[in-house]
């Protein structure tokens, strides 16, 4: 949501109490610099929890309180994915067959599905792509699956979504949007239709081959673009590692000194009813975050949007052009729970990167976001805000991310 004319003015009028705040801190060090701009802008009793790069704490309401984080919660499932599986990881999709004959797979064709929740119509285009290079036009056989298996987003277990897709049934923009791709890489043959799937042919007891490996982006790829737009896919994507009790084990591992009642996963999406987290556990998983990025040699902007310039929930959040691009974090939204949230890292001048998590309850949405932004917003105006050095990437479903090996070739 773009800044009223009414927060601006409120940010403006604010900066001048926060000076003044701030100065009073500095005399008798009676409260953190920003606390009174917290409570006032986001509610006395509202969680709120900003430390600076020096571990200053700058604001501190209601901070050991746990609540509803909403998606939140997949900051410590981020953290415990990419603890577990590393940022190389990529998600294996093999399809499996006798070998062709005459252009057909003289039986049922194996999908060995590994979770991939990147799987998407383009995805599919590009395997029919492969799989027309090879010369493989039809199916004696129908889709059968081994392993967990999404498709477009949802649970595909028995691969009727999948097998559809692969017959040809996508739309024509992922059609077109793979056609281009092909073209870029100067692949000639044109793309048209599916496979044929066609139990009446005769079918041979053989076994099966590799017939076509797809394989996913990085893994860190695919938390950006699911964090982006806070997918629930994270849930079940979160059985890949154990789910939901492995994401809880690692954040309260990783989150030193924190009691293990403020947080608390059992949806690793924060779809659920149960999940809390205080604002100081969702700073302190943030600074766990930060230091598994480093060690890969990763930023946040990596796995999670930067306000103003990332498409999706943060994209016209804090985007005045001020502040726009000094915002990377994940927003919260459970609305018949009373829970919405905003929780990242602010990058200024003054206090250098300023960790905050902001846990509204029984705040009205809409009203809720217009706080959280307002208290950052003269945050950044008064300490000074400083853009990430960052630059947003096209998104993988567009991007040369596929790797292909078919016909054996494995």
């Not at 979504?161 to 791709?181: D, K, P, T």
Request: net charge positive; glycine share 10%; hydrophobic share 45%.
């Amino acid at each position: 949501m773009r800044e009223s004319l009414v927060v601006r003015l409120l940010v403006a009028v604010l900066i001048c109490a926060v000076g003044a705040s701030a100065a009073g801190a500095g005399v008798d060090g009676a409260l953190p610099p920003y606390q009174a701009l917290a409570e006032r802008i986001v509610g006395e009793g509202q969680g709120v929890y900003a430390v600076a790069g020096d571990g200053t704490v700058l604001a501190a309401v209601a901070a050991d309180r746990a609540v509803h984080p909403a998606s939140v919660s997949k900051v410590p499932s981020t953290l415990a994915l990419l603890r577990t599986l590393g940022p190389d990881y990529r998600f294996a999709t093999r399809l499996r067959g006798p070998r062709p004959h005459e252009g057909v797979v003289p039986g049922d064709l194996l999908v060995e599905a590994s979770g991939d929740p990147f799987l998407l119509p383009q995805s599919v285009g590009s395997m029919l792509g492969a799989l027309g290079d090879s010369g493989i036009a039809g199916v004696a056989g129908r889709v059968r699956v081994e392993g967990p298996l999404f498709y477009d987003w949802k649970p595909d277990p028995a691969g009727k979504r999948l097998q559809g897709a692969l017959s040809g049934q996508i739309s024509q923009a992922a059609w077109q949007e793979v056609r281009e791709r092909r073209a870029r890489r100067g692949d000639d043959a044109a793309l048209e239709t599916g496979l044929v799937f066609d139990r009446r042919k005769t079918s041979i007891e053989a076994p099966p081959q590799t017939l076509l490996v797809h394989l996913s982006p990085p893994l860190p790829r695919i938390l950006k673009e699911l964090n982006a737009y806070s997918n629930n896919i994270f849930h079940p994507l979160s059985d890949r590692i154990g789910g939901p009790a492995a994401v809880q084990r690692i954040a309260r591992e990783s989150a030193a000194g924190i009691p293990a009642e403020e947080i608390v996963i059992t949806n690793a999406a924060g779809a659920g009813q149960t999940n809390r987290l205080s604002p100081r556990a969702a700073v302190a998983l943030y600074g766990a975050l930060g230091r598994e990025l480093e060690r890969h040699g990763l930023a946040y902007s990596d796995v999670l949007p930067v306000a103003g310039r990332d498409r999706g929930t943060l994209e016209r959040r804090l985007d005045a052009p001020a502040i726009r691009g000094a915002v990377v974090g994940k927003t919260g939204t459970y609305g018949s729970l009373g829970a919405c949230a905003l929780a990242g890292v602010a990058r200024t001048r003054r206090w250098g990167d300023v960790t905050f998590a902001i846990l509204n309850r029984d705040v009205p949405v809409l009203e809720a976001r217009r706080r959280q932004d307002a208290f950052l917003a003269a945050l950044l105006a008064d300490a000074g805000a400083r853009p990430f050095a960052y630059e947003p990437l096209p998104s993988p479903i567009l991007a040369e991310e596929r790797v292909m090996t078919h016909a054996g070739k494995e």
